[in-house]
Nanobody
Framework: QVQLVESGGGLVQAGGSLRLSCVAS????????MAWFRQAPGKERKFVGV????????TYADSVKGRFTISRDNAKNTVYLQMNSLKPEDTAVYYC?????????????????WGQGTQVTVSS
């Protein structure tokens, strides 16, 4: 059974940084794409970024491009989301997601497994 466990969320001032981690169990990790989504209160879950399974190619939402970076360490079964220059509008619960296939997808329906989420709050 695949499990994803996120950590690293918290409260930070605008302009600050946080690094989220997602530890995955199961054989899919090294070949499957891994993504981050976020969901603010009362809003739908939105794509943040994704890293492919085979080439570690990344794609980001326009709202975070240039500020957020996704990376993965297959030896540790971990994917990271480095968030810099944080803004109050980045406040949300951040979810890690995994899919069995390697290709990049931005829709939440394309992902097979989800973590429980970690809260990120950015104060102004």
């Amino acid at each position: 059974q695949v499990q994803l466990v996120e950590s690293g969320g918290g409260l930070v001032q605008a302009g600050g940084s946080l690094r989220l981690s997602c530890v995955a169990s199961g054989a899919i990790f090294s070949s499957g794409a891994m993504a981050w989504f976020r969901q603010a209160p009362g809003k739908e879950r939105k794509f943040v970024g994704v890293i492919s399974g085979l080439t570690s190619t990344t794609t980001y939402a326009d709202s975070v491009k240039g500020r957020f970076t996704i990376s993965r360490d297959n030896a540790k079964n971990t994917v990271y989301l480095q968030m810099n220059s944080l803004k109050p509008e980045d406040t949300a619960v951040y979810y890690c997601a995994a899919r069995k296939a390697a290709g990049l997808r931005v829709g939440p329906g394309s992902y097979d497994y989800w973590g429980q989420g970690t809260q990120v709050t950015v104060s102004s």
